[in-house]
């Protein structure tokens, strides 16, 4: 069943295609005019996880999780489907990110040998995780909240609680300074050089199964 | 010997409660080989009644599909439905053909000849998008959809309304095919147009402010029931336990029994009109008592 609501969704988005060569083209073209190619793979990242959360506005203006419902499947598969979906969408992005840049890169600086563009690989897979994790985190915010109140209420709710976040970050931030805490920032660069990757996958990991587990509870309790 | 009929859709006692709206102790059988047709006007309770047996809404009472209790069997029994809902379907922006392969991964019986064939038949083109379908178009679709895995039952919310005559006979002819073809099968198909009952209905349910008003085999209901035209003076002899509803005009009183041949004997009434469907619900709805 889940093969059959992956069709739907991704036939639905197969209607981007235009939009998203055109994007590309652009992102490109922004990496060729900025030499900032490490911001090339996070911004494709995002916005394939993006498109990959349409598919709920579809689904909505078609009211067809009424339908779905009456179909043979039932509303764990309808949550784990959207997951998959998603988090397919940030891996894809995320790779089609990191190949694009490399390409580009490449690509000018044998097109261009007088002004080569210095690809630093390790930065730049640091880059991808870290945009591939920022869209996880607004995936794993903006999913329970599209099936709480809807694709247009979640998305204003996601904002809400997004600025929220900031705000928290900032306060923290503050904080810090103006208690004067002593942070050892050597510590903290020697712990992201070693661990960051991995802190950044298993957060992501993490947020999805909460998410998960929150989005289910939700759709479970919600009547069509 | 006895005939026991099988039935496919068993309700007791369903309820359901909104806010601002009831669904009140509803309880029916969809027998095998026949169409139920389930009347009542927009907001009796209809689409919540069948929402309630396609689980899609929770509701409490008993519900069985093919002697299964949904609730517990939700996904198993829904292989063998087959479902048009008024509002809701598949995006607009998928072809026939997207429908096509979305379905085979949907249910394991779909059968992709029969579902191209129907295509074929009523003109459907594979490849547009469906937001660009007529009405009618869209609504052929989500019946072809409905009955390409050779479900045991339909359940149709309101699967006519919004279609001109020629579409909404087209379309009732296929209901006919899908019950012949196999006597087993079922349909239960709500609507408000009741002239497409009386044609190829077997029982009507009509529901009326969440309660089940009755429940009645078609031919019985056509036969019994009549409508007397009489005066205000002639009305005020008629007994209240032998007319349902009365609906008073400024000059005629029409008075709706449903054993009109004891209406006739009792008050020696000459000429009782046989009423429509649309009629009885009418009286039921804004007739006096």
């Not at chain 1, 600086?109 to 991808?128: A, C, F, G, K």
């Not at chain 2, 045991?152 to 909404?168: A, N, Q, Y």
């Not at chain 2, 349902?244 to 004891?262: A, F, M, R, S, W």
Request: with cysteine.
């Amino acid at each position: 069943m889940i093969k059959g609501l992956l069709k739907k969704d991704l036939y639905n988005i197969s209607s981007y295609k235009t939009s998203l060569v055109i994007i590309i083209l652009f992102c490109s073209i922004a990496i060729i005019g900025t030499e900032a190619i490490n911001f090339g793979s996070i911004i494709i990242c995002t916005i394939v996880g993006m498109i990959a959360l349409s598919t709920f506005n579809y689904d909505e203006i078609s009211k067809s999780n009424k339908y779905i419902l009456a179909l043979p499947t039932n509303k764990k598969e309808i949550v784990k489907e959207k997951f998959i979906l998603c988090i397919m969408s940030v891996v894809i992005g995320g790779i089609l990110g990191f190949i694009l840049t490399v390409v580009v890169a490449n690509l000018m600086n044998y097109l261009r040998p007088q002004n080569l563009i210095n690809i630093d690989y390790e930065t730049l897979i640091i880059s991808t995780i870290g945009g591939m994790w920022g869209i996880s985190l607004i995936q794993s915010i903006q999913i329970p909240s599209i099936f709480k109140w809807g694709a247009e209420k979640g998305r204003i709710q996601m904002f809400v609680i997004l600025f929220i976040l900031i705000g928290a970050f900032l306060g923290i931030g503050f904080l810090i300074t103006k208690l004067s805490i002593n942070i050892n920032i050597e510590m903290i660069d020697s712990l992201i050089n070693k661990f960051g990757v991995l802190f950044l996958v298993l957060t992501m990991v993490l947020m999805y199964y909460i998410s998960y587990k929150i989005s289910y509870k939700i759709f479970k309790n919600k009547e069509e | 010997m006895r005939l026991i009929m099988k039935n496919n859709i068993e309700l007791k006692n369903v309820c359901k409660k909104y806010s601002g709206f009831e669904l009140k102790n509803i309880s029916f059988n969809v027998p095998q080989g026949c169409i139920v047709g389930l009347i009542g006007e927009n907001g009796a309770g209809k689409t919540t009644t069948i929402k309630s047996i396609l689980n899609i809404t929770n509701s409490s009472g008993s519900i069985k599909i093919f002697g299964k209790d949904i609730k517990q069997n939700e996904t198993e029994v829904k292989k063998d439905i087959g479902v048009v809902l008024d509002d809701s379907f598949l995006s607009e922006y998928l072809t026939a053909r997207q429908v096509n392969s979305i379905m085979k991964d949907i249910y394991k019986t779909w059968n992709e000849g029969k579902y191209k064939s129907y295509l074929k038949k009523f003109n459907l083109p594979e490849n547009k998008l469906i937001k660009d379908f007529s009405s009618g178009m869209k609504m052929k679709l989500k019946i072809i959809t409905a009955i390409a895995h050779s479900p045991k039952l339909l359940i149709l919310d309101e699967p006519t309304s919004g279609l001109d005559p020629v579409v909404r006979n087209e379309i009732l002819d296929i209901f006919r095919k899908y019950i012949e073809e196999d006597e087993t099968r079922s349909i239960l198909l709500s609507t408000h147009i009741t002239t497409d009952l009386e044609h190829i209905s077997d029982y009507i349910i009509f529901i009326e402010d969440g309660k089940l008003v009755f429940n009645m085999q078609t031919e019985n209901l056509l036969e019994s029931f009549g409508i007397v035209k009489c005066s205000s003076n002639d009305f005020e002899k008629f007994d209240k336990k032998d007319y349902i509803k009365v609906k008073k005009g400024k000059y005629q009183y029409e008075v709706l029994t449903d054993n009109k041949e004891n209406i006739i004997k009792k008050y020696n009434i000459k000429t009782i009109d046989k009423p429509s469907i649309e009629d009885i619900m009418l009286f039921y709805i804004k007739g006096e008592k």
